[in-house]
């Protein structure tokens, strides 16, 4: 039997198989960040679709974190019951769905008036300039975690997953580039690691012992002088300390989508972090998924073999297939069908949802 269809916990959350919808902003909420009916089905249709786990899109923590227009809010407690009615969707057709948390930080969205970072950061480093956050704020932003992370256990999300990857808040604090303070929150890579170890803390502490928490990080930030390798690994290490019970592995910031969304046509192409799961696993018990250019069985199936990982992420394929678990385990398809072209994006940024537009239509170049 094949490995893909054997269940595995992470914490306490027992999941029928190792594929996991890696998160995937839907871009379908409105303007104040409340769910769209269509989210709720889009996400339905996955669980149906096989995955064992459904990570949904980034959601913003509080306003000021939000990165982009259509993204789901987790702000406040008006949140919550439109949240449910996804959550609930999902359950009805026998899924688990984790709530990933995000805070945009330098990203921020256009209409956010002042983009804050650790450090002011001008372009070409940031889109817009932002400006260095007090500690104060610093403090606030962790309690509007902590508090979201309240708002998705009471919504019924089965795990939560802190954002740290892609030039988002979590990863502008670890990379020397975005975090040159001098004050306990930066100046050294364990005060660099202090939001995140402050953020998971609290998280854990407001959803007890046995709530499945999850982190995706970022091993490196393609920024010349940035987060080293090295580092994370060290990270990775205190993660358990940290109150995280499973580590999704990714790199890259966004802007430059060259390392993060790369465009892969051959096996040899897959699974292009897979050296980081490797290391990761040399420090750290905590289940490990691996996200990033997995696309035939075949690989998924090595890299759990040789346990580089323990669940295999997915994001593209899962866009242009919903139904590829399925598919892989009734041995219909072998290969997604996914050429990475990157057209997974509305072609206008106000636009809303995604959708594999590469089938019908020439990829994409990326830088
Ligand atoms: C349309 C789109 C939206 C994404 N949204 C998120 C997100 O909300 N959170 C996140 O951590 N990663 C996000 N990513 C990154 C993916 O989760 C994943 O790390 C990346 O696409 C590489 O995996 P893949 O080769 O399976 O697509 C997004 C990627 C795409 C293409």
């Not at 170890?197 to 970022?218: F, S």
């Not at 019970?245 to 790199?251: F, T």
Request: aromatic share 4%; net charge negative.
């Amino acid at each position: 039997m094949s490995m893909l269809f054997t269940q595995a916990r992470i914490g306490s959350l027992e999941i029928p198989n190792r594929i996991v919808r890696s998160a995937t902003a839907e871009r379908l909420a409105d303007d104040t960040g409340v769910p769209l009916p269509e989210l709720a089905a889009l996400l339905a249709t996955l669980a149906r679709g096989g995955a064992g786990l459904i990570i949904i899109g980034h959601m913003y923590v509080s306003t000021c974190g939000k990165a982009h227009p259509g993204m789901t809010a987790i702000a406040d407690d008006s949140a919550i019951g439109g949240l449910r009615l996804v959550v609930d969707a999902v359950h009805d057709e026998g899924g688990f769905i984790a709530a990933q948390l995000n805070h945009a930080g330098m990203k921020a969205a256009a209409d956010i008036a002042t983009p804050y970072a650790p450090s002011d950061v001008h372009p070409p480093l940031a889109a817009r300039p932002a400006t260095r956050l007090s500690a104060l704020q610093i403090h606030a932003i962790i309690a509007s975690f902590a508090r979201a992370a309240e708002r998705a256990v009471a919504a019924g999300f089965d795990a939560i997953q802190i954002h740290s990857a892609h030039g988002y808040l979590g990863s502008q604090f670890l990379s020397p580039r975005t975090n040159q303070r001098t004050d306990a929150w930066g100046g050294s890579p364990s005060s660099r690691m202090r939001f995140l170890q402050e953020t998971c803390r609290k998280v854990r502490d407001v959803v007890g012992p046995d709530y499945p928490l999850l982190i995706k990080l970022g091993m490196v930030d393609q920024l010349d002088g940035g987060l080293q390798l090295e580092v994370s690994l060290s990270l990775v290490e205190q993660l358990a300390d940290f109150g995280i019970d499973g580590l999704e592995i990714s790199g890259g910031i966004s802007q430059g989508r060259s390392l993060n969304i790369r465009t892969v046509c051959e096996e040899a192409e897959e699974a292009y972090f897979r050296e980081f799961g490797r290391r990761a696993r040399e420090r750290t018990d905590l289940p490990i998924l691996l996200v990033g250019g997995l696309r035939s069985r075949p690989v998924m199936e090595d890299v759990l073999k040789a346990g580089d990982a323990d669940f295999i992420s997915l994001c593209r394929p899962l866009i242009c297939e919903p139904d590829l678990p399925h598919r892989f385990e009734n041995r219909l398809q072998l290969r997604s069908s996914c050429i990475s072209g990157n057209r997974c994006w509305p072609e206008q940024a106000s636009d809303m949802g995604i959708s594999c537009k590469c089938l019908s239509r020439p990829p994409k170049e990326v830088s």
